[in-house]
């Protein structure tokens, strides 16, 4: 299975750098509209055969131009939302943002025990990704789309690529509507082996739909 995994169009919160991350959370800005249109285009040669968003309204208004485009429905998964910032919620200070990467980055090292301040831990987090990816695969899907969050997208990528160190995270920031590609053979369940194909960091559609700096926590790198 190819599976293209995209974060969401720009948000009022990124913008504001809050660690926005409960159900049902806000929508897209003008530019994170903008950064979701460009998304067929951009993924025009690819054979995408299922679009998948999470419970939250910023991925679903990502998701939905490409899914028109290929004349698909958004299927809605809860698995898929953003890592729970817990008690960090809505704080946009520099204690608190350190704080929940560096609660990220732990369990990427392995440390699944450890809970976000207030939220759940690693299990909790991997496993209901885990049973989306799952899902998608025991379906018979070859290249479905996954449109999910930043700091969910490089957790999951990192802990699960073969091919990347745990510090993969660490120096490489995921902007809205950066794509990443996974590829896994058949067997094996959601867990892998996975092997990262593509790590677009940036922004779909060209410089004009960049927002570098605006971007929310979840982009930015873990600095330890």
């Known amino acids: 299975m190819r599976l293209i995994l995209i974060r969401h169009g720009q948000t009022p919160s990124n913008v504001d750098h809050f660690l926005d991350t409960a159900v049902p ?14 998304l067929p285009e951009a993924l025009a040669g690819e054979p995408i055969d299922a679009v998948y968003a999470s419970n939250l309204v910023r ?4 998701a939905a131009p490409l899914a028109a485009a290929l004349g698909l429905p958004v299927e809605v998964r809860a698995g898929l939302r953003e890592v729970s910032a817990g008690s960090l919620e809505m704080r946009n200070d520099r204690e608190a943002i350190t704080g929940y990467l560096k609660t990220v980055y732990s369990w990427v090292k392995g ?17 209901r990704f885990d049973a989306v990816i799952a899902e998608l695969r025991a ?4 290249t479905p789309v996954v449109v999910s969050h930043g700091a969910m997208i490089r957790a999951w990528c990192s802990s699960r690529a073969a091919n990347v160190e745990p510090d993969f995270i ?15 053979p058949g067997g ?5 082996p996975w092997k990262l194909l593509t790590w677009m960091g940036e ?19 873990v600095k330890l």
């Not at 450890?114 to 831990?121: A, C, N, T």
């Not at 379906?139 to 070859?142: M, P, Y």
Request: hydrophobic fraction near 35%.
């Open 59 to 62: 991925t679903q208004l990502t």
């Open 25 to 38: 959370g806000p929508g897209l800005t003008e530019l994170g509209l903008e950064q979701a249109a460009a």
């Open 111 to 127: 440390d699944l025990d450890v809970h976000m301040p207030g939220g759940p831990d690693g299990h909790e987090t991997f496993d």
């Open 170 to 184: 660490v120096d490489n920031a995921l902007s809205n509507t950066g794509v990443a590609v996974m590829e896994s």
């Open 203 to 221: 922004a779909v559609g060209g410089r004009e739909l960049r927002d570098y700096g605006e971007d929310g926590p979840a982009a930015e790198d």
């Open 139 to 142: 379906a018979g899907l070859s």
């Open 188 to 192: 094996g369940g959601a867990a892998g």
